[in-house]
């Protein structure tokens, strides 16, 4: 009965051996998920800007002006915009959250992150939603789908992001860090207007709460849903053609949309529950979920280097390809097809590299 009750207290409070054990494992564990969230935000500012830069040369500067290209050009903007912040991110995580680049630094780094997040998400759904079109309506492509309307939708994409940023334009600034006086942090101030902590904790609560289920809804669920709907839309023509088993190009293009949704979901439910518990984080964000959100940012922030790998890498012929100019061979990724607007609207002759213009694209 005495071992009994002896070894319910330890279960309860813990031997203090095991406990520091513990302490140590977990210790240890962190730091090896911290360096490895700095290694992947490293390799994805050097591919993220190698990459999205030679994509915007080729797309922007070697190729004429068609819908593919400049869906491709606005994603690769898009990416290599936000990856070229990364270095900013990274002094600032390595700090501890201190910010020391000043305060116009602050407003103009995460008003860059935020609007090409937002832009990325809303163009993967638009270039989806194109290819859905050109699918299951080649006639009316064929007559509507024009540069001049292609500019503008994509117009209309960023208009958006720059809508949903504006949150960060106005109330994101330098702010004191209560934990180490005379140094400052990169944050929100919803409540510039008082300086009663009790009130600016429930502005900040109630602000970051209805910031975080937006970001959710708008910058990724619906989305991702425009996505999913047109893939099976398309996947449905296919099928009914008798050709989903032959489409080699449907299958490159749902690789990349897995990648896609393969690195945001994760750090989307974490950045949910951060949301949900957000009087919790206000006080003192706990070690676990601190840890996944670095960890899942990191492997969300690399899907925005994957993308011209994909373009290049997962298409067929590639060791041919290889040996050839890497320009040429996004050239040929990103180009037009002449078959645009056959009667099944998809490309799917075997020897295509890459998605062509009448494949579904997506990030």
């Not at 935000?41 to 994509?55: E, K, Q, R």
């Not at 163009?123 to 290819?131: E, Q, S, W």
């Not at 942090?185 to 602000?207: G, H, L, Q, Y």
């Not at 009667?343 to 590299?353: A, E, V, W």
Request: with cysteine; hydrophobic share 50%.
């Amino acid at each position: 009965m005495d071992t009994n009750i002896s070894l319910l207290m330890n279960m309860s409070a813990g031997n203090p051996m095991n406990v520091s054990m513990r302490a140590q494992s977990a210790s240890a564990g962190h730091i090896v998920l911290d360096v490895f969230s700095y290694l992947m935000l490293a390799v994805t500012f050097i591919l993220g800007v190698l990459g999205n830069g030679l994509v915007i040369w080729v797309a922007g500067f070697r190729m004429a002006r068609t819908v593919t290209t400049i869906s491709y050009l606005n994603l690769a903007i898009a990416d290599f915009c936000f990856t070229s912040t990364l270095p900013f991110l990274i002094v600032s995580k390595a700090m501890g959250g201190q910010w020391p680049f000043g305060w116009f630094m602050c407003k103009f780094i995460y008003t860059i992150v935020d609007i090409n997040l937002f832009g990325s998400v809303f163009l993967i759904a638009v270039i989806a939603l194109d290819r859905c079109i050109c699918v299951l309506h080649p006639v009316w492509a064929q007559n509507h789908r024009t540069v001049s309307l292609a500019k503008k939708v994509i117009i209309g994409t960023w208009i958006c992001a720059f809508l949903l940023t504006l949150p960060v334009i106005i109330r994101v600034t330098t702010v004191p860090n209560s934990p180490e006086p005379g140094k400052t942090a990169c944050t929100f101030d919803f409540s510039p207007w008082t300086t009663d902590p009790v009130e600016k904790k429930k502005v900040a609560i109630t602000m970051r709460t209805i910031r975080g289920i937006i970001r959710f809804i708008i910058g990724f669920s619906t989305p991702m849903s425009i996505v999913a709907v047109c893939y099976g839309l398309i996947a449905t023509k296919m099928h009914s053609q008798g050709l989903i088993k032959s489409s080699r190009p449907l299958r490159v293009l749902s690789f990349v949309v897995a990648a896609f949704f393969l690195c945001w979901c994760p750090y989307q439910i974490v950045a949910l529950i951060v949301t949900i518990r957000i009087g919790e984080r206000l006080n003192r964000m706990a070690q676990g979920i601190k840890i996944a959100v670095n960890v899942t940012s990191s492997v969300a922030f690399f899907n925005s280097c994957l993308n011209p790998l994909l373009y290049v890498f997962m298409g067929q012929n590639f060791r041919e390809r290889l040996i050839q100019s890497l320009p040429a061979s996004l050239e040929r990724a990103l180009s037009e097809d002449s078959a645009q607007t056959n009667d099944t609207g998809i490309n799917l002759d075997n020897n295509s590299s890459l998605p062509s213009e009448d494949n579904v694209q997506a990030k």
